[in-house]
Each structure stands twice: as structure tokens, then as C-alpha cells.
């Protein structure tokens, strides 16, 4: 069963912010909210992740919704090379007991000039 | 972030012949590795989890004897396709865990196998 729903596509226009959603409404108190990206013939690559505070980095930002059953990823002024697909993963966080990442189809954002 | 490196970026090679593609963890130790799958349009498939100094764990479906993952140190996994055929063509993807318990993937390789 997947654990993440994501839109299959979002357009975004360059220098907007782009705002990726994520629902995820049978989380565990343990799991975390991974973002990854995988640009076109390459490997995927780490944003963010978070447990439920909000999170910002020089990537992205992610807000969690207080009941963690939502999320979204926010990309404060996108450019033409974010686009690509972007996964929303949870899982079980802390150590090396931690899960594997499971992914799912994705969104795939396009920026346009 | 953590740099992994995977090497060969592409190979083409005869059917029936082995290919061996190494994932390293350059600026990390990493006791986890993974290897994952990627057919055209689709998303990322867990191949198998691979642990260093111990056996792999294989997902359902990966013959454990055709695709040989050796993780001998905690910098270096490597999968070996053995006697490969056309439909092991794919781009195939390594990524390591670091202590804080996020993976970084490594750059994928292109097998292609006439």
C-alpha cells in the first residue's frame, strides 16, 4: 500500500515558489517525511526531511502539518534546473534501524520560463 | 551534502557476459548501502540492502545469484550482473547511509546488454 499520495504533475513559472503537497494520513509517531529529487538521467538527490517541526534549509523548506497527516515542500523561487520529479517518502527515522526508502511515482514539476 | 560515486557512469555490453558496477561513499563510512533499479518512466525499485562485512538481503523477486553485491569495506559496495541479458538493460542506482540515517544516492549507470 503506497503511504504518500502525490499529484502525478505541477507547472510552476520561474522565480515563483513552488509548492510541492504531500499527503501521507497513515504516518506513524515514528516515521519521519523525506524529500528527494531526481532530475533526468540521474540519481536521486536529498532536499529535506522532518519529523513534525517545520524545517528549512538552503534547498527548501518543508511544513508539516500539526496532525503530520499532510506536508508540503516549498521551493521559495524555483528556476528551470528544479525541474524534475520530486518524492515524497516516509519512514522510520533514527539510526541504522531505520527503514529503507520506498518511493513512489512522484511529482513531476516542470518550471517554465 | 555526503558525495557517493558510482563507476562505470554507462556500459554496453555482449549478453551473456558480467558487469561489475562499484558505488563508493567519498566523504563518509557508510555500513548501509543500497542498490535500486530503474526502468524507463518508472520509479526507483529496492533491489537489495547491502551491509558491510555480512551477506546482502535481497528483495522478492532479485535473483540473489545474478546480481552479486559484495560490501567489503565502508566506503565500497559493488553489484556484479552476472551473465547478463537484454532485459537486465536499466539504470541501476547505489545509494549509502550516513550516521544521521539520510541516504545519498550515488550518480546511476546505464547498463545496456545487446
Known amino acids: 500500500d503506497a503511504k504518500t499520495t502525490q499529484p502525478t504533475s505541477m507547472d510552476c513559472a520561474e522565480g515563483r515558489a513552488a509548492n510541492l503537497p504531500c499527503n501521507h494520513s497513515?504516518?506513524?509517531?515514528?516515521?519521519?517525511v523525506y524529500w528527494y529529487r531526481q532530475i533526468h538521467s540521474q540519481g536521486p538527490q536529498y532536499i529535506i526531511h522532518?519529523?513534525?517541526n517545520n524545517e528549512t534549509n538552503e534547498m527548501a523548506s518543508l511544513i508539516i502539518t500539526e496532525d503530520r497527516k499532510s506536508s508540503t515542500l516549498i521551493l521559495p523561487h524555483a528556476t528551470l534546473r528544479d525541474t524534475a520529479v520530486y518524492y515524497c517518502?516516509?519512514?522510520?527515522?533514527?539510526?541504522?534501524?531505520?527503514?529503507?526508502?520506498?518511493f513512489g511515482g512522484g511529482t513531476r514539476l516542470m518550471v517554465k520560463p | 551534502g555526503a558525495v557517493v560515486s558510482q563507476h562505470p557512469s554507462w556500459v554496453i555490453c555482449k549478453s551473456g557476459t558480467s558487469v561489475k558496477i562499484e558505488c563508493r561513499s567519498l566523504?563518509?563510512?557508510?555500513?548501509?548501502m543500497f542498490w535500486y533499479r530503474q526502468f524507463p518512466k518508472q520509479s526507483l525499485m529496492l533491489m537489495a540492502t547491502?551491509?558491510?562485512?555480512?551477506?546482502?538481503?535481497?528483495e522478492q523477486g532479485v535473483e540473489k545469484d545474478k546480481f552479486l553485491i559484495n560490501h567489503a569495506s565502508l566506503t565500497l559496495s559493488t553489484l556484479t550482473v552476472t551473465s547478463a541479458h537484454p532485459e537486465d538493460s536499466s539504470f541501476y542506482i547505489c545509494?549509502?547511509?550516513?550516521?544521521?540515517?539520510?541516504?545519498?544516492f550515488g550518480p546511476g549507470t546505464r547498463l545496456t546488454v545487446l
Open positions: 545509494s549509502a547511509r550516513d550516521r544521521r540515517d539520510t541516504q545519498y
Open positions: 497513515t504516518i506513524s509517531g515514528n516515521e519521519y
Open positions: 522532518g519529523l513534525k
Open positions: 517518502i516516509v519512514r522510520v527515522g533514527g539510526g541504522n534501524a531505520g527503514d529503507m526508502l520506498t
Open positions: 566523504d563518509f563510512q557508510a555500513t548501509t
Open positions: 547491502s551491509n558491510e562485512g555480512s551477506k546482502a538481503t535481497y
